[in-house]
């Protein structure tokens, strides 16, 4: 194998051969963030050391990854973590990458709270980023956070530990949380689940749908909001008086989200653009 191949050098072989899957901007995003990793460099200092040899045990590396994403495989997935709110998460086929809209819904939950050493409920644990980013943000917050996938709870715990927060994680069937017994009331109630219709599949980038795990993404075209009406559901009886009820929702349905809010009680219901002028956010109060 030639390990004459510099940090340049590489920069251009990725651009090469990733020109027919990605596009020149993403290429040069996906090469930074691999080599980040790999090199233990910053953005900086690989700019200022492009005419480095590449080492043989890195180049092997560097070579096994782009095949990884010649078959597009998402870079976070290629090195088994990535950024979210200034916090590091291993991510794997049983978590979703963490996207820029659920920062902002993260951000958001942050910036209203006015409670001290708040309840907080997330449904749909992933990766474990927002109930994680929450507890390292809000002082005192008792974090709590459900998941049917189990795959999905051992990645979360893992990144509680890697971020020094408590999470309480419970595997649990959030469609049936009638079966389970829910220890205490909540301040805030989080969730970004499911809620791309199958429909939609056909818009949907090919790594995405190649590797991300569907459970976590789609729902049924003739019941698009059944998760949302579950978890508000639960949360009529077990939000407190005044407490917060967030969701990251699908952009085309925003109008029937407040419906939905509005039928069952809710109050004070916001629908959030995202930082691209899309509805991609609602809150509520009870």
């Not at 907080?120 to 998941?147: M, R």
Request: net charge negative; charged share 25%.
């Amino acid at each position: 194998m030639n390990s004459d191949y510099t940090i340049k050098s590489v920069q251009s072989l990725f651009r090469e051969e990733l020109k027919a899957i990605y596009p020149q901007r993403e290429i040069e995003n996906i090469t930074y963030i691999l080599l980040e990793y790999l090199l233990k460099y910053s953005k900086i200092e690989i700019q200022l050391n492009k005419g480095e040899k590449i080492k043989q045990n890195n180049l092997e590396d560097i070579l096994k990854a782009l095949e990884d994403l010649k078959s597009s495989v998402p870079i976070q997935y290629v090195i088994g973590e990535t950024e979210f709110y200034d916090l590091v998460f291993k991510v794997n086929q049983h978590t979703l990458i963490p996207r820029q809209e659920t920062e902002e819904l993260v951000h958001a939950i942050i910036n209203d709270n006015k409670v001290e050493e708040p309840n907080i409920l997330d449904i749909g644990t992933g990766s474990g980023c927002i109930p994680i980013v929450l507890a390292h943000n809000i002082a005192g917050a008792n974090v709590s956070s459900v998941d049917i996938s189990e795959g999905a709870i051992v990645i979360a715990k893992e990144n509680a530990v890697l971020n020094n927060v408590t999470i309480n994680f419970h595997l649990r069937n959030f469609l049936k949380w009638e079966k389970y017994s829910w220890e205490k009331s909540f301040d805030i109630i989080v969730s970004n689940p499911p809620y791309v219709k199958e429909s939609e599949k056909e818009l949907m980038e090919k790594n995405v749908l190649a590797y991300e795990p569907h459970t976590a993404l789609f729902v049924d075209d003739n019941d698009p909001l059944i998760f949302y009406r579950r978890i508000a559901e639960f949360a009529k009886t077990h939000l407190k008086k005044g407490g917060k009820l967030y969701f990251e929702i699908n952009e085309a349905l925003g109008r029937e989200m407040m419906e939905l809010l509005e039928n069952l009680g809710f109050s004070s219901i916001k629908v959030m653009k995202d930082l691209n002028g899309r509805d991609r956010m609602t809150s509520a109060e009870l």
